[in-house]
């Protein structure tokens, strides 16, 4: 009787001391964890296949933008932006040093919205359309965003932190071993549907917004820097 007794006794001390580290645990990585108890978290976890939030991104993907590029392969002098840059080893790469971001820059090829999600979860995509950095006009460059504490899970989270830019800000863009400086003008919120503001020799990042969400879409314009 007695070693049944201490057995019950050690068991619930065991159960009290896993209670308490568990418990301890969750306190001290709430922000890395708090994302489990987020039923719409994970359901699109597991629904999308670590695709979350497909209604925001389809709509993102969907969406059209007004950009305002040179007609014709050959681009008069007037259409061309001296840009200050410099030759680099990396290519096709965004980073935005503020707020922590690298990330691959992937070509879409069309603007059909399968296509374009399947690029957004590899890299930020530059929209088809776009001028490249020497050339005047608008580039438009599409990133996911995910809520909170979402687990990084492909490129989900890239752009998640786009709000966090301010005027001064520095882009920077790596194409055809170029490496570009882009000085950030302003952030717009705009609603669904509404043309982003078109300026020449500019840059502009976009996304969902609030970060996962299909309610508005973010906007950070950048200008290039020139000579």
């Not at 896993?18 to 969750?26: C, E, H, K, P, T």
């Not at 965004?94 to 690029?119: C, Y």
Request: hydrophobic share 35%.
């Amino acid at each position: 009787m007695e070693n049944k007794e201490k057995k019950k006794k050690i068991k619930s001390i065991a159960r009290i001391f896993i209670a308490i580290y568990l418990l301890s645990f969750f306190i001290i990585n709430w922000n890395d964890v708090s994302w489990i108890f987020n039923y719409k978290a994970v359901y699109g976890l597991m629904d999308d296949f670590f695709t979350p939030y497909q209604n925001a991104q389809a709509s993102l993907a969907s969406s059209n933008f007004y950009l305002n590029r040179p007609s014709g392969n050959n681009l008069k002098a007037s259409e061309i932006v001296k840009a200050k840059f410099t030759y680099s080893e990396k290519n096709n790469i965004l980073e935005i040093p503020k707020i922590g971001i690298s990330v691959p820059i992937i070509f879409s090829q069309n603007t059909e919205q399968k296509s374009l999600l399947e690029d957004l979860n590899k890299g930020v995509v530059y929209y088809p359309g776009s001028v490249l950095p020497e050339e005047s006009g608008q580039s438009v460059i599409l990133g996911h965003s995910a809520p909170p504490n979402w687990p990084k899970i492909k490129q989900d989270t890239v752009f998640s932190k786009l709000d966090n830019l301010s005027p001064g800000d520095k882009i920077i863009v790596y194409i055809n071993n170029k490496r570009y400086t882009y000085t950030v003008k302003r952030t717009d919120i705009l609603e669904k549907g509404q043309e982003i503001v078109s300026e020449d020799n500019s840059l502009a990042l976009v996304s969902c917004y609030p970060p996962g969400k299909d309610l508005q879409r973010i906007t950070v314009q950048a200008e290039i820097d020139s000579f």
